[in-house]
């Protein structure tokens, strides 16, 4: 699938917490509650790797997979290049 960023601006720049239905592990993890940076915009997500989110505390393969469910519901998915 091609990506097209102007046609998911507006998704990129909402805030996980209004566009993501998660468990509340997830959305915890998303929060920056245990210590690690928040990751307020859907933006923010989909440029980390796997590698990346697998650092943050509290975020295993579970709760990982579950991010990458979400958001490929949305046409979405991590590591993406969002400086085209």
């Not at 990751?39 to 579950?66: F, W």
Request: glycine letters at 8%.
């Amino acid at each position: 699938m091609v990506f097209d960023r102007r046609k998911h601006t507006p998704l990129l720049r909402r805030s996980w917490d209004e566009t993501l239905e998660c468990s509340i592990r997830l959305g915890n993890v998303l929060e920056g509650k245990w210590g690690d940076p928040p990751l307020p915009l859907i933006e923010d997500i989909v440029q980390l790797s796997e590698a990346d989110l697998l650092r943050r505390r509290h975020l295993g393969r579970k709760t990982l997979r579950e991010l990458k469910e979400l958001l490929s519901d949305l046409g979405l998915s991590l590591g993406m290049d969002l400086s085209r």
